[in-house]
């Protein structure tokens, strides 16, 4: 019995271990861009503090994509010289420019998602994330979104004290 859970324990641990080191891998291989968001909701009693995020091309997309067919797809980003991303197109397969970027969504209630929205942060720490401007999120080829910090208006990490 004892090392039936002993054995169990180090599977689950080693699957833990196995999901860290997927979401580091894909940190580091692939490029960052931010998308500019507007805090809601920034507290939740049940889970701490957090941050709800809404992005300004999840709602730019809704309103392109709201009599689509499907609940799910890609919308198109172009990105300006600081690699801020604004809304340009729904997806329909053409190729990208340069200078833009594919971004997998999900409509969830009403709600254009793209996978990145919510940020927790240490108790009493809300105050320093109040002033984020940009998201700044890792993009997969295929779209998927990793959200790695908040940035305020000159795009500089926030970094409480």
Same mark, same amino acid.
């Given at each position: 019995m004892k090392s039936a859970f002993l054995v169990t324990s180090a599977l689950v641990l080693a699957a833990l271990n196995g999901i860290v080191i997927q979401k580091e891998q894909f940190i580091q291989s692939h490029d960052s861009l931010y998308l500019e968001l507007a805090p809601a909701d920034p507290r939740s009693l049940m889970q701490g503090d957090y941050m709800a995020l809404n992005y300004s091309v999840s709602n730019e997309a809704r309103s #392109?994509? *709201?009599?689509? !067919?499907?609940?799910?797809?890609? $919308? +198109? +980003? %172009?990105?300006?010289?600081r690699r801020i991303g604004r809304f340009r197109r729904i997806d329909a397969g053409q190729p990208l %420019?340069? #200078? !833009?970027? &594919?971004? &997998?969504? &999900? +409509?969830?209630? *009403? &709600?254009?998602?793209?996978?990145? !929205?919510?940020? $927790? $942060?240490? !108790?009493g720490h809300g105050p320093a994330y109040a002033k984020a401007k940009y998201g700044e999120l890792k993009v997969s080829p295929d779209g998927e979104c990793l959200l790695v910090g908040l940035r305020d208006a000159d795009l500089k990490p926030i970094k409480p004290e």
């Open positions: #392109n994509a *709201w009599n689509k !067919e499907t609940e799910n797809g890609y $919308f +198109v +980003v %172009a990105l300006d010289d %420019a340069n #200078n !833009e970027q &594919r971004i &997998r969504y &999900r +409509v969830r209630n *009403w &709600r254009v998602r793209i996978g990145a !929205e919510s940020f $927790f $942060f240490q !108790e």
